[in-house]
């Protein structure tokens, strides 16, 4: 486990390395380019992300997050009905 975040840190430091010499090195059009792409690119990452996870929520049958906060409790009006009738509805 503190091998894998070693060897994250190392990447993340790697990446931010490249960038720095990007900065330096771009020219402004390039510059404009990756501004422009980036967060076309975090949103794809999320897509992704997203995509590759729907086949397990589905698989272990977990519903998505905004679902569980509905309420699903339904009141009938009563007065429509007969006691019977609304205990069939009920049950």
Do not use: G
């Not at 993340?12 to 390395?17: A, D, H, R």
């Not at 990007?22 to 949103?43: D, V």
């Amino acid at each position: 486990m503190a091998e894998n975040k070693i060897l994250l840190a190392r990447a993340e430091m790697e990446e931010y390395k490249a960038l720095e010499l990007f900065k330096q090195i771009a020219s402004p059009t390039q510059w404009n380019a990756h501004l422009f792409l980036k967060p076309k690119m975090k949103q794809w990452s999320t897509k992704k992300k997203n995509y590759l996870a729907a086949p397990k929520h589905v698989e272990y049958d977990l519903p998505p997050k905004f679902i569980s906060n509905i309420d699903f409790t339904f009141k009938i009006d009563e007065s429509i009905l007969n006691n019977d009738e609304a205990q069939t509805l009920y049950n």
